[in-house]
């Protein structure tokens, strides 16, 4: 089946790139493009410099809805992301371009109770322990159960799989009832502790700074907006010094949009010694740090979701 404007596909791959244009792609990005979207070789490829590149804008994952506005004969779609706000962007969801071959059109399926993965990266087998047929599958991507646990294999339903697929139980958790306490989440985002930084990065591959904290809080069923200052906007400003584990902090330039993001590690102390966990962009990876002056100087808040 064909995509058609004005209707909603959903991603088929473990991790579909959002690019922001088909010709802003590099040569090096050759895998991402792939039918099976090969993250993992994409990003061992990239060097630092291309890490940072503007081209890439955000990533999706399996079973995403977008709203596709364009079809082109070159196998390129453009489509709004309407599971990540940016209502600075476009009110409907993130803007941009994604191989069509990473999308399939919506269709029903039974419906089974609702899943999401609990595992930094697992994969989906045509069978119990038989050959993977999506790979790539990260934390927070969101399932339907397709029958009952089998010798500790769970069934899926999958986009653009008639059959249902097949991954470890203990992959798979429960979507929670009642919102998560901020504890939880960050408990999730330490198990991303030197994941490599990619700009616009939203995986367990490679990951920005909002990104960290926009699937921190998917993995519990919670959207948050993509970008760091729509995530401002989306929180509650707290009082200086009343920051708690789980909170958030953000930073800004004198006159200048919020540009970065970090999750609260620890309670604020005398001093201003503050304490945070981030996708850096400096050392380009995931970390937990005391603030240095640098930081401190651009902090313009604290914010609890």
């Known amino acids: 089946m064909e995509l058609q404007p004005g209707r909603e596909a959903v991603v088929r791959v473990g991790v579909a790139t959002l690019w922001a244009a088909p010709e802003a792609v590099r040569k090096v990005d050759g895998p991402a493009l792939s039918p099976q979207a090969d993250l993992p070789t994409w990003i061992a490829a990239l060097d630092t410099d291309q890490q940072v590149g503007d081209c890439v ?47 399939t059109p919506v269709t029903a399926h039974p ?23 999506l790979p ?12 009952p646990v089998v010798a500790g294999w769970r069934p899926v339903h999958a986009p653009g799989h008639d059959a249902p697929l097949w991954l470890p139980a203990a992959h798979t958790a429960g979507l929670p009832t009642a919102a998560p306490n901020a504890e939880q ?57 009343r920051e708690r584990p789980g909170d ?26 503050r304490r945070m966990l981030h996708a850096c962009y400096r050392q380009r990876r995931v970390l937990e740090e005391r603030l240095p002056a640098e930081r401190t100087a651009t902090l313009v808040g604290a914010h609890r979701v």
């Not at 506005?69 to 476009?90: M, Y």
């Not at 109770?113 to 047929?133: I, N, Q, S, W």
């Not at 790539?136 to 029958?147: K, N």
């Not at 993509?226 to 200086?240: H, I, K, N, S, Y």
């Open 57 to 103: 804008l955000s990533q999706l994952l399996l079973g995403e809805r977008v709203l596709v506005t364009e079809s082109r004969t070159d196998g390129w779609a453009h489509v709004i992301a309407v599971e990540q706000p940016a209502a600075k962007l476009d009110p409907r969801g993130y803007p941009g371009w994604v191989p069509a071959v990473q999308l």
């Open 111 to 133: 419906a089974g109770d609702p899943l999401v993965v609990d595992a930094t990266v697992t994969a989906l087998h045509a069978t119990p322990d038989g050959p993977v047929r």
């Open 248 to 273: 958030l902090y953000f930073f800004a330039r004198p006159g200048r949009r919020i540009h970065h993001i970090g999750i609260v590690t620890a309670d604020p102390r005398p001093g201003d010694d």
């Open 136 to 147: 790539g599958v990260i934390l927070g991507t969101r399932l339907s159960a397709a029958g």
């Open 185 to 241: 989440v960050l408990e999730v985002a330490r198990r991303l502790l030197d994941v490599g930084y990619v700009w616009g990065g939203v995986s367990t591959y490679g990951i920005d700074c909002s990104g960290l904290v926009h699937l921190a809080w998917r993995r519990f069923g919670v959207l948050l907006p993509r970008d760091a200052d729509d995530q401002a906007g989306a929180t509650t400003p707290l009082e200086p010094g």
